[in-house]
Structure formats: C-alpha cells, structure tokens
C-alpha cells in the first residue's frame, strides 16, 4: 500500500499545480463573443469603419423550415445597414457541421463569408477560394444554386453553402418583416 | 561552453528532429503548405519543448519512474493548452490554420522523446537549452519546407507575392503527394551535408 501513496501524491500535486495555472490563464485570455464578432467584421470589412449596431432579436423569427439545413445563431445589424448571420450549416461530410459569419447587404446579396468554427472531418471546407465564391449569391436563389457554385463541391462545402443559404434565408424575412 | 555547443549543434544539425531523426512528421506533412504555418507551428512546439523540459527536469527527483509517462503527458498537456489560449486570443488566424494539429502537439514524438531521453536525466539549464534548440531546429525545417511548398505551389513566401502564380506554379508541391516528395528529398540533401561534415570532423579529429 505504501508504494503507490507517493505516485499518487505527485500526481494529485502535478494535477492541481497544472489544473490550477489553466484555470488562472483560460479566465485571463478568455475570448468573448464581442471580441470574435468584432474579428470577423474586421476581415470582412478591412479598412472600413463598420461598428455592431444592434442586435436582431430571432425570437419572431419562423426558422423551422430549414432546421434541416442549419440553425442560426446570432443576428447584428451593422452601422453600414448590412447583418451580419453567425449560423451553422449541417450535412457535413460525417455529419459534421461549418459554423460561419455571413454578411448580407440591403439588397440581400452574400458581402463575405468568414469561417468560425467546424466540428467532425469537415477540414476540406477550408479549400482556398472556398467562401469567396458565396460572394454576390443572393437570397432569391435557391439552395442548389447556391451548392453547385462551389467547383469541386464536397460534403464538407455542402455544409458550408447551408450555413450561407439558411443565413440568407435569415435576413430576407427580417428585411421582409 | 563545449557543452552548449554539443547541445546547439545536435538539436540544429546532428539529431534534428525532423531531418535527422524522422519525428513529428505528421504536422510537417500537413502544415508545411505555407511558410507562416511552418514557423508558427514551429515556435508553439518550442515553447512548449523548452517549459516542459525545464518543469520535468525541476520534477525529475520528485517523479517516481512508475508514473513517469502519464506525468510527462499531464505537464507536456498544460504547456500545449496554454499555447492554445494564447493563439486564440492574439493570433486568431495562425490559430485556425494550425487547426487540430495544434492540440496534438501533446503527442509530438519530439516532445516526450526529449522529456524521456533528455530532461528527466539531465539538470534544468541543460534540459532548456535542448528544449531550445531542438525547437529551433523543428522550426527551421518546418519554416523551410513550407517556404520551398509556398513558393512552388503558390509563387509567394510568407503570403508576399514573388511573381503572378496564375503564369507559374506547380500545384503539386501545395498537395499531400507533394508534401512526402519534398520531405524526402530534404532528407536526403541534409543527410548528404551532414554526413559529410561529420566524415570531415571526424578526420579532423584522427589527425
């Protein structure tokens, strides 16, 4: 019995010492929402002075029809009148999901697209050009249309045009009432 | 000095990880598409080398040889969180391109090689130099091969155009495929080099 009271003791210490310094640090280097919406409104608009307005309240939002496709988010109106979509986008390959920032103009039309986050082997939805060519797509065109833009397409850029699509989809029936 | 010289010309040329020794290949296959993936990789790996090196030969009285592994990972595992926090906060975009390999540092060969062959045996200032130097050699190779990958397949260096890539650019060399040529053949001229050297040295030192 004594031989294994020193093993566990410097392993309880290593444990609280180690546990202990990340719990200090991940509250100090903690990134809020409002510092990552502010990134992603940086890489879109770089060079422009575009602020968060306001936050669109989704509770009179009917999003259901498309919960197939993906959920969203989070919703801003921005200073320059375009909204911004945080929204996820499902059918992924292995059914992973791409989660990414939309920004849509008044006129309804994609602005940029910035990735947020991915889950499950969704690694090739970072294919170079990828989220550049939602750029200009509009809401009035259909999910297909909106899939079969990207050459190539894969499961995982599937995932990421329903997270397009469902945040176009998002602004037109705000704009719409 | 002899000493620091020992250990600087190992971890930089004679047991380089990844040219020398083949360890760590899976991140310098994957992340070497790009120069700024190279020495972001590279440096996260060094730092990381360079603390747990030093906690674990601070530790290596107090560790019983029973438990030494899994008290290697716990420490080599807060080291790597740690570079994650702090990527995430202040180098979002480095952040999401070394994407899961960063995590998965906690199992770089290089990492708990060192912390068993080298740190648990040996005092803390020695134990950091190697941390250093070893990283700084990862760091050189990975920094190199994504700049050869960089410019071939996409005609730029550290994201810095160097001519029009739509004129000239080998695709090739920014895929999977590519990646093992060019690891291979890095093998092979830094071994050529190196081997010379030593045969050099080595004839130096008979005469």
Redesign the interface.
């Known amino acids: 019995m004594k031989q294994y009271v020193?093993?566990i003791t410097?392993?309880l210490s290593?444990?609280l010492l180690?546990g202990g310094?990340?719990a200090i640090?991940?509250d100090l280097?903690f990134?809020t929402q409002e510092e990552r919406i502010n990134?992603a409104i940086n890489k879109i608009y770089s060079g422009e002075d575009v602020k968060l307005e306001q936050t669109i309240d989704l509770s009179t939002v009917d999003m259901t029809e498309f919960n197939d496709l993906g959920v969203i988010k989070a919703c801003y109106k921005l200073s320059n009148d375009d909204y911004l979509v945080l929204s996820t986008g499902k059918k992924g390959y292995s059914n992973g999901t791409v989660t990414t920032y939309v920004a849509i103009d008044i006129n309804l039309k994609v602005r940029n697209v910035v990735?947020d986050s991915y889950t499950g082997q969704t690694?090739m939805a970072?294919l170079s050009g990828l989220y550049q060519s939602f750029i200009g797509k509009s809401a009035t065109q259909s999910q297909e249309d909106i899939s079969e833009i990207v050459t190539g397409a894969t499961k995982s850029a599937n995932a990421a045009s329903n997270s397009v699509y469902v945040a176009l989809q998002l602004v037109s029936l705000v704009i719409g009432g | 000095m002899g000493k620091l010289k020992k250990i600087a010309s190992d971890g930089l040329i004679f047991s380089n990880p990844t040219l020398r020794l083949v360890l760590g290949t899976c991140p310098t296959l994957a992340l070497t598409t790009a120069a700024s993936n190279g020495i972001g990789m590279g440096l996260a790996v060094t730092f990381v080398l360079i603390c747990s090196n030093v906690l674990i030969s601070l530790l290596k009285n107090v560790i019983p040889n029973t438990v030494r592994i899994p008290a290697f990972i716990l420490i080599i595992a807060t080291f790597v969180t740690v570079v994650k926090l702090v990527m995430d906060k202040f180098l979002p975009d480095l952040y999401s391109s070394l994407g899961v390999y960063l995590p998965l540092i906690v199992v770089n060969c290089i990492i708990l090689g060192r912390a068993e062959s080298f740190a648990f045996k040996n005092p803390v200032f020695d134990s950091a130099l190697d941390g250093l130097f070893m990283g700084l050699g990862f760091t050189g190779a990975m920094t190199l091969m994504g700049a050869v990958r960089e410019i071939l397949s996409n005609g730029s260096i550290f994201d810095i155009s160097i001519w029009n890539a739509n004129s000239f650019s080998i695709g090739f060399f920014g895929s999977s495929a590519g990646a093992f040529l060019t690891y291979g053949l890095f093998i092979a001229i830094f071994n050529y080099v190196v081997n010379k050297i030593q045969k050099k040295l080595a004839k130096k030192e008979a005469k």
């Open positions: 020193k093993p410097v392993m290593i444990i180690c310094l990340l640090l991940s280097l990134v990134r990735e690694l970072k």
